[in-house]
Structure formats: structure tokens, C-alpha cells
């Protein structure tokens, strides 16, 4: 109460002050998981900050924060557009890739992907490491789209580009024992004409801390689990253009509430068979 209130009474010009005290309050509010409240402190050091000489990039930081929250916790994809978009300042860090990542994401639920396509393409020209996992994600989510659109060249260049790419370091302890499982399932696929979809799940509960240093959230990890099975099948010579990678995150979990699923799931993916169709 004591935070809160000191807070509230805070000038705007005592920038120290008010970040000093979010800060206290930030540790309260994430051990009760009170993400309203969350949003509504980081709210007030966005505010000051815009008001103060301080770099762009601390209050970019707070606009990412209510974004990530409102977006995953909150359930208010409209707000966090607008906040995730303010946490971009067309650079390269994590945060601000990660920000226009999920801005894509949230255009495709709005069943917009002439402009999702339009922004992943902008962040794909941004110097961003071929050994992240954010690379692989948003050139296989570039081929997506393409493919969708039925341009065929242009899918297979960004499954290219996601295929070269080194393998995220969390995935290779396990990556032989999956290209082995994977070597069964090939004759199958390749004796069939299908499109083949590649599902990414976790589980329904936050991510470890420790995880969360290279995915954000269940959806990141989810793609990246997707997106590693469609490489090796790739490396085992099936065609890019019948490959989908989509990932599910926590809004279609695979698991709930079962002991160290994070780890005994990493590969938690699933095989779908698209319908065949035609165009003319």
C-alpha cells in the first residue's frame, strides 16, 4: 500500500523516484501474478519517462512490458498492438524484434495477411543472427504466407533461408534421436501428395526462467519446436513446399499441469495432412 500510494503522489519530474518504486512494486505484483496491476504501474513509468530527457529506449522497454502483458495475460490484442508497435524503434535488440514478431501474429488473427506479410518481410532486412531463434521463426513464417498466396518461389526461399540456419542450442542434445524418429516417418510422407503441417504445442503453464532467456513465451517455443522438425525434414531431403511449421503455444496446449514437461516435451509436435487442392 505503501508503494502504491507513494506512486501516485510521485512528480513526474522525480524520474529515479517513480522507477525506483515500480521497480519495488513489480516484484509484489509478479509474485501474485497481478498483471493488471502490472500494466497499470508500467503505464505511469512510460508516462514519465516520455516527459523526461532520458533515451527512447527505457520507455520502449515499458511499452514492450504492458504490450507482452496485454497480449498474453490479459487477453487485449487490440491495446497490445498498440503497444508493441511503440516498443519498436526499427532497430535489431530482442525486444524490438521480438515486439514486431508478435504484431505479425496478431494481424494473422485479425485475418490481415496481406499487412502481417508486409511487416515480416520489413523484419526480415533487419540485421538479425541466423543462430536465433527468432530468425527461423520469422522466415518460416514468411514461407507460410507465401505458400498460402500460392507463390511458390518465394515460399521456398524463405524455407531455405530458416533450413540454413544454425539450430537453436536447446534443440541439439535431441536433434539426432528426433532425425532418427524422423527417417521412419519420411517413407510415408513421401509416398503421398499432401501438404504436410507441422504443429508446434507446449503445455499450459509459464515458462521457466531459464527458457524464457531465448522464448519469450509458449507461442516462441512452440514455433521454434515446429520449425526445428520441418528443418530436419528438409535435411532428410522432403520438399520445403509441402511444409508448414505453425506454432500453438499455450492456446492449444498439449499437456496441462504435468511434472517437468517443459523438459520431457521439447519436441512436443504433431504430423497433420493437409486436404489436396487445385487451382486454375
Request: net charge positive.
Amino acid at each position: 500500500i505503501y508503494y502504491r500510494r507513494a506512486l501516485k503522489k510521485a512528480p513526474d519530474e522525480n524520474i529515479d523516484l517513480i522507477l525506483q518504486l515500480v521497480g519495488e512494486l513489480k516484484r509484489l505484483y509478479e509474485r501474485s501474478k497481478d498483471h493488471k496491476s502490472l500494466v497499470q504501474i508500467y503505464k505511469r513509468a512510460y508516462g514519465a519517462l516520455k516527459k523526461s530527457s532520458r533515451p527512447k529506449k527505457e520507455r520502449r522497454t515499458y511499452a514492450y512490458l504492458i504490450g507482452y502483458h496485454q497480449f498474453f495475460h490479459l487477453k487485449q490484442n487490440k491495446n497490445a498492438r498498440v503497444w508493441l508497435l511503440r516498443s519498436d524503434g526499427g532497430g535489431s535488440s530482442a525486444q524490438e524484434l521480438q515486439s514486431v514478431y508478435w504484431v505479425a501474429k496478431l494481424d494473422q488473427m485479425a485475418k490481415k495477411p496481406e499487412i502481417a506479410l508486409k511487416r515480416l518481410k520489413e523484419l526480415s532486412g533487419r540485421k538479425i543472427s541466423k543462430n536465433s531463434p527468432i530468425y527461423v521463426q520469422i522466415h518460416f513464417e514468411l514461407g507460410t504466407l507465401f505458400h498460402l498466396k500460392e507463390n511458390w518461389d518465394s515460399a521456398l526461399r524463405h524455407y531455405r533461408f530458416a533450413a540454413k540456419a544454425s539450430a537453436p542450442e536447446e534443440f541439439k542434445d535431441i536433434q539426432k534421436e528426433t532425425f532418427e524418429i524422423l527417417k521412419k516417418i519420411v517413407p510415408t510422407i513421401s509416398e503421398s501428395y499432401n501438404m504436410i503441417a507441422v504443429e508446434g504445442h507446449t503445455d499450459s503453464d509459464p515458462l521457466p526462467k531459464a527458457l524464457m532467456e531465448k522464448f519469450p513465451s509458449n507461442w516462441e517455443l512452440s514455433g521454434a519446436r515446429a520449425a526445428a522438425v520441418v528443418r530436419l525434414l528438409i535435411d532428410l531431403k522432403v520438399d520445403p513446399v509441402r511444409l508448414q511449421a505453425v506454432g500453438y503455444g499455450e492456446f492449444v496446449p498439449r499437456d496441462r499441469n504435468t511434472a517437468d514437461k517443459h523438459e520431457a516435451s521439447y519436441f512436443a509436435s504433431k504430423f497433420k495432412m493437409l486436404p489436396i487442392s487445385f487451382s486454375s
